[in-house]
């Protein structure tokens, strides 16, 4: 079983619309969305929900206004302004626990948090595994990795060879949960200033954790002289460009069609 991850230093370089249209030509996989924080790989897919899990992780404070005396110790010991009139905002509260070790009448409790929600859903182009993080949760690394995990599940289950994973943008804690074990990372850039910075960044990351690198160059004709740079940059670093997709119009319509680009357009871009 091999596992391509689509990542993007940025956001809005055409990762996704390249990982749908994967999903159209691509045989015997299965389809993981790693970016949990604004997943939209089913979008373009429009898969069927077979399976659907919570998924709980982290704890907030809860304080028992039966019992508590209204010292205040609690809220002077929050570092993050969570505990207003002895009530918690689960917004702020980060989950420390230091109000629940410290509070003398024991009326703080730490409750676990639901933050989201995992599915196994069947798409005509294969099964998908995707997620959806609540607004303001975190925890969404655990997230990807479980994701994951129930991707190869399914794939080892079902006999397919490929796990092909839509990544988060960044470089932060779900890309890195996205890309740890994968046997190659296609890294989708633009020719911006913003896009060739952002390519360094996530490509730094590949070489931290030793996951081979390949780059796309996405609109390569915006800029021709920022995509020769790009060329240039990774020729020096020794990562080879193997794609440059022009600017074309049918992208923006495939999207409104909610189809694949390649399932839209027969001529291509």
């Not at 609690?74 to 689960?90: G, H, L, W, Y």
């Not at 995992?118 to 609540?134: C, E, M, N, Q």
């Not at 020096?236 to 390649?262: C, H, R, W, Y």
Request: hydrophobic share 40%; glycine share 10%.
């Amino acid at each position: 079983m091999k596992e391509l991850v689509v990542l993007s230093g940025k956001g809005g370089t055409g990762k996704t619309t390249i990982v749908a249209s994967f999903a159209a030509l691509a045989k015997n996989k299965v389809l993981v969305d790693c970016d949990v924080d604004a997943a939209d790989l089913h979008l373009l897919l429009q898969p069927t929900v077979k399976k659907s899990e919570e998924f709980w992780s982290g704890k907030t404070a809860v304080i028992d206004k039966k019992f508590c005396t209204g010292c205040g110790i609690c809220e002077q010991v929050c570092r993050f302004d969570a505990i207003k009139n002895f009530k918690v905002d689960p917004t702020s509260c980060e989950g420390c626990g230091f109000c629940f070790h410290v509070c003398p009448e024991d009326t703080v409790r730490m409750k676990d948090n639901q933050c989201g929600h995992w599915f196994i859903s069947d798409t005509k182009y294969g099964p998908l595994v995707h997620a959806r993080l609540g607004i303001a949760e975190e925890n969404s690394g655990k997230l990807v990795a479980l994701v994951r995990q129930q991707a190869k599940a399914l794939a080892q289950e079902r006999g397919l060879d490929y796990i092909l994973s839509d990544g988060p943008p960044g470089i932060g804690c779900p890309v890195i949960s996205s890309l740890s074990g994968a046997n190659l990372a296609l890294l989708v850039t633009e020719p911006t200033l913003s896009g060739m910075h952002d390519l360094d960044r996530v490509l730094g990351v590949c070489r931290h954790f030793g996951i081979p690198a390949l780059v796309c160059i996405n609109k390569y004709d915006i800029n021709e002289d920022n995509s020769r740079n790009i060329e240039g940059f990774c020729m020096n670093m020794g990562v080879a460009v193997i794609s440059k997709l022009p600017f074309d119009n049918v992208v923006t319509e495939a999207m409104v069609q909610g189809l694949p680009v390649v399932e839209y357009s027969a001529d291509g871009i």
